[in-house]
């Protein structure tokens, strides 16, 4: 075979079928605690139907990412228990802030709030309370402020600051300001099925105050290539902040000096780059949390990135394997701590 | 002998085209990938790394492990320096020997693929002959009915409904994976069902025209009873087109059943022809295509051989 799995894990690779299964053997010489189960076996699905079938009928255990209709309908299905919990990934736009449009906070503040975040998050993503108000969700505790104003949706606001920026309403109704129509292009994926539907609601909710969306569906590299060349203008993604186990390393690469590729572009506000260094080098608790609010301040002011919904983790977990905890940082399936019991 | 001459000739013809087909195949879809739009070193990236871990580093690292910004001749060069030692090279994304992914994808294809047809031909065979028999019938109109209904709905919705039918209701099969022989029922039957629905119709014709033809009057003036003319004349002469269209329908089910593959998380080649395409996994591409025709010239052949055993009149040399 060409691969050779070395690890250290409670259970060892039995055979390895990629793109598409694994199979796992206990590792009874694993050094800490042994797992419970003897076997486990992974089966890639990349389609939701399928994989709510596979949790309906039994075939599969534990099921991931279910989308929206599976989960209500396995809700009433008395085999399994379905849970959704809130990880610190947040569906955001990346904006442009070089681009001549997009340029002043105003302008962001706008889009902002044209956007009806607790529309998406009812008929889209189906957890109305996990609209953002913010960019880091509550889960995040250190970094969610609620002391910050919430991010609102005025229809009006939104049309008067950009009349103040001296857009004029056009005989078709999009804005134009010295000859030019405020047209963007907003670039984002299918890998998440979420992603273009809401990609279409921002399409209607910005044409009400006369900005024209176009939106393209392709590969997310199209993103950090978009960034590095300069010809981005929005991208909608979902960033997981929890990949390091502080928030920093991600925040200090998206929103530190010279933005990062799914971070701030074309922004830069030397007092946020200065509060995240400080940050990173230390964990004195009250440094931490007086920078901390410098850099949440100044992301819900300035807006180089506009939160939409936050995301939650959705399961499905047959009702007799107990011991199962989801991992809010989606690394841990935490299968060495399962067992089968009534 | 004439019959070995005419087969063995039938073989180097094959053969020839071959290779032929594989130095096409392999400079076309070489040349077809390289006119996409995209960064391919951020699209192979991509597909390595997930959304969360990837950026214009790693598609930079990518870059310059591959040798993506060499001349375009000299990759292709490379590619075709390497095939005539067979070696097709590794997958851009996962690292693997292509050969191994073929292996299983392509395995995985032909079992599928096999299957559906078993099952198509299980439907095909006695609905076509019996409509056939008596065209305008009842079973006729019947059978037709039924075959617009199954060529009418998506494959995808039929996998579906099975699968809510025989797998979720009544647990008779898993609903996908590929482990054993249960998990293969349920997406043959798909593809069975969706095939019927059209080789019945052709069985059905075949059938129609062969027991209206003169032969056919010929052979039951001269005493043979109605049985014996359907299975020594009728079924011989009405099996050349269905089996003709049958390797057509094969052909077309290795590489086009990406939808119920994907419904069913069955690994295939078609799935994999897909991802690399996304992925601008170049060596995969081409190592998935050049099978794929090469499949193509060995079906020929089978088909070849089959009607050449059907048909007495093929084997003489005109």
Known sequence: ?342 | MVQGSVFWSALAGRAAQAVVVAVVVGIVSFAMMQALPGDAAYRIAAGRYGYDMMDAASANLVRAELGLDQPVLVQLMSWLGSLVQFDLGKSAVSGSPIIDELKTQLGHSLLLAGAGLLMSLLIAIPVGVMAGLKPGGWFDRFSMAASIFFRAIPAFAIGVLLILGLAVHTKLFPVAGFKGPEHLVLPALTLGLGLAAVSSRVIRDAVSEAMSAEWRLFSRTKGLSSKLTLWRHVLRNAALPVVAYVGVQLAYLIEGVVIIETVFAWPGIGHALVHAIFGRDVPMVQGTALALGLLYVVLNLIIDLICHGIDPRRRVKV
């Open chain 1, 1 to 342: 075979m060409w691969w050779g799995a070395i690890g250290t894990g409670p259970f060892a690779v039995d055979k390895f079928t990629p793109p598409q299964s694994v199979s796992l053997k206990r590792n009874d010489d694993y050094w800490g605690e042994k797992a419970i189960l003897e076997t486990a076996s992974y089966l890639a699905s990349s389609r939701a139907e399928t994989r709510a079938l596979l949790a309906e009928s039994g075939d599969a255990d534990l099921v991931f990412n279910l989308d929206p209709s599976g989960f209500a309908h396995l809700k009433t299905v008395d085999s399994v228990a379905v849970s959704a919990d809130a990880i610190p990934r947040v569906v955001s736009l990346k904006l442009n802030a070089s681009h001549k449009f997009l340029d002043d906070a105003r302008a962001r503040q706008a889009l902002s709030m044209a956007i009806n975040r607790q529309g998406i998050a009812t008929a889209i993503t189906r957890f109305p309370e996990a609209s953002a108000t913010q960019l880091f969700p509550p889960v995040l505790s250190e970094w969610h402020d609620d002391d910050l104003k919430p991010l609102t949706n005025d229809v009006e606001a939104a049309k008067k600051l950009l009349a103040d920026l001296g857009w004029k309403a056009g005989d078709d109704g999009i804005l134009t300001r010295n000859g030019e129509r405020f047209k963007l292009l907003l670039r984002t994926f299918p890998d998440r099925p979420e992603l273009p539907l809401i990609a279409t609601a921002l399409q209607s909710q910005w044409g009400e105050i006369g900005v024209e969306l176009e939106v393209s569906v392709s590969s997310y590299s199209e993103i950090p290539k978009g960034h590095k060349d300069g010809s981005l203008e929005v991208a909608l993604f979902a960033r997981n902040y929890g990949l390091t186990p502080d928030p920093i390393g991600t925040t200090l690469a998206d929103f530190g000096k010279g933005g990062g590729d799914w971070g701030a572009m074309g922004w830069d506000n030397a007092k946020v780059a200065e509060a995240l260094d400080k940050i990173s080098q230390t964990s004195d608790a009250a440094v931490r949390t007086e920078n901390i609010a410098i850099v949440t301040k100044a992301l819900q002011d300035e807006l180089p990135l506009i939160p939409v919904v936050w995301y939650q983790h959705t399961v499905s977990v047959a009702k007799d394997l107990k011991g199962y905890v989801v991992d809010p940082l989606e690394r841990n399936y935490g299968l060495s701590k399962v067992s089968w019991g009534k």
